[in-house]
């Protein structure tokens, strides 16, 4: 098998890809660095699957985190993948499309377009699971996201975003009167925890939406993959179907949306 490894500077995603393109046990290890994190991803793959390192044909790394990287891993061929073809491969395999824009909601958010065998990078914003999480650590006094999706089903949107009914008596072109006009222009010194976290995913997750879609003007491109850590807030299901009504146009989440890239660094051995 080829195994494909997303090296973050704090969490490793780790992969297996079988002969026939099966995808093998994927999962994720925290650590205090990026190295400690891709050797304890490897070790804990191999033994939860008990496969031996004669199974394994090649390594493939990509991510950030690759550049500590300079030897064989536990002594097996190795080598790096460009994360940005990374990200299309990956998305390209778990969706069967073959035109589409994909979206990397890691730290901060990057932007891949895919045209059949063509996949390039075309930009990105500086709006992602880091400003997640530091406007929460600021605002709430946690970073830790979960708790912050779990205070968020208690919010209020109306408390803290202002929509176009509330600034204008009719809808405007193309825009519906529950659509946002201002994120956070409505915010009082007082919100609660749970209209802040609520405000906050939403802020973030549109915002990518928004990007996204811009992105992607006069390419006659519908369909958005969303892959990364951020793909897996629940807040999802309801911040991407707005999107979708408001511009006409389709977000995707895969199955393993979170080891989008790690798959398409498998996927890059061969292609």
């Known amino acids: 098998?080829?195994?494909?490894i997303d090296v973050g500077i704090s969490t490793t995603k780790i992969v297996g890809l079988d002969a026939d393109?099966?995808?093998?046990?994927?999962i994720r290890?925290?650590?205090?660095?990026?190295?400690?994190?891709?050797?304890?991803?490897?070790?804990?793959?191999?033994?939860d699957n008990?496969?031996?390192l004669s199974d394994v044909e090649q390594v493939m790394l990509t991510g950030v985190g690759s550049a500590y990287v300079e030897t064989p891993v536990y002594g097996l061929p190795t080598a790096k993948a460009q994360e940005f073809l990374a990200d299309g491969l990956g998305a390209r395999h778990e969706t069967n499309l073959d035109r589409m824009v994909v979206v990397s909601m890691g730290t901060g958010t990057s932007i891949v377009k895919c045209d059949g065998e063509n996949i390039r990078h075309i930009g990105g914003i500086g709006v992602g699971g880091g400003t997640l999480q530091g406007l929460s650590r600021i605002m709430l006094k946690t970073d830790d996201i979960a708790l912050?999706?779990?205070?968020?089903?208690?919010?209020?949107?109306?408390?803290?975003?202002?929509?176009?009914g509330d600034i204008s008596a009719k809808p405007l072109p193309g825009?519906?009167?529950?659509?946002?006009a201002s994120l956070f222009g409505n915010a009082k010194s007082d919100a609660s925890r749970e209209d802040i976290a609520l405000g906050l995913i939403w802020m973030v997750l549109q915002s990518i939406c928004s990007a996204s879609i811009l992105s992607s003007m006069d390419s006659g491109i519908k369909d958005f993959v969303m892959i990364g850590n951020l793909s897996m807030l629940p807040l999802c299901g309801e911040v991407f179907p707005a999107c979708e009504k408001?511009?006409?146009?389709?977000?995707?989440?895969?199955k393993y949306s979170e080891f989008s890239t790690a798959i398409g660094a498998a996927l890059s051995y061969k292609s």
């Open 29 to 47: 290890i925290k650590a205090t660095d990026p190295v400690t994190s891709l050797y304890g991803a490897f070790g804990k793959f191999l033994y």
């Open 246 to 254: 408001l511009y006409g146009v389709k977000f995707h989440i895969p």
């Open 50 to 52: 008990a496969i031996d």
């Open 1 to 4: 098998m080829v195994i494909g």
């Open 148 to 164: 912050v999706s779990e205070l968020a089903k208690g919010g209020d949107l109306s408390k803290i975003n202002v929509l176009i």
């Open 175 to 180: 825009l519906p009167m529950d659509a946002v």
């Open 21 to 26: 393109g099966n995808i093998i046990s994927p």
